[in-house]
């Protein structure tokens, strides 16, 4: 398969691995964004967060807390944002994978979220609640 993550996984080609295990990798995302940006993946390939069944979800999942606190003890950055793009055009590498970005005080990089609370009543918090559910129960 023509996936880049996957040749990474394979040692096709070279990357700054910084963990290992039977289901994960993990690497410095070339662009580091910030000081430590690392991409945690599965080996096995999934195109993205949809696909991505449990037990490889436990196994991707588990390993966050782990890196970022290594993170925290290697650059002991303000804080840390866990960052997943899904399907594009948000994911530009089809191969799912969760962002580490640890965070500093000058940095670039910018995440921001918007508060749109005051666009919600009960009854459209009621209905976006209701649309969900129902979409949990069709997927049963
Ligand atoms: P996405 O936009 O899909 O969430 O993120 C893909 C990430 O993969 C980008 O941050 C990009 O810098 C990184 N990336 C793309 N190609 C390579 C590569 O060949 N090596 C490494 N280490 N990172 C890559
Ligand atoms: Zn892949």
């Excluded at 039977?22 to 070339?30: E, G, H, S």
Aim: glycine share 4%; aromatic share 10%.
């Amino acid at each position: 398969m023509d996936c880049i993550f996957c040749k990474i996984i394979d040692g096709e080609i070279p990357s700054y691995k910084v963990y290992e295990d039977a289901f994960v990798y993990a690497f410095l995302d070339i662009s580091q964004g910030t000081k430590g940006h690392t991409l945690v993946i599965p080996k096995k390939h999934v195109d993205n967060l949809y696909g991505l069944d449990e037990r490889t979800a436990k196994a991707v999942f588990s390993v966050v807390p782990k890196l970022a606190n290594a993170l925290k003890k290697a650059f002991n950055p303000i804080g840390l944002n866990v960052v997943n793009n899904t399907e594009k055009p948000l994911q530009s590498v089809n191969h799912f994978h969760i962002h580490l970005l640890p965070r500093y005080e000058n940095d670039t990089l910018n995440i921001s979220m918007s508060n749109n609370q005051s666009l919600y009543d009960e009854s459209k918090y009621t209905a976006v609640s209701d649309a969900i559910k129902s979409a949990l129960n069709k997927e049963k």
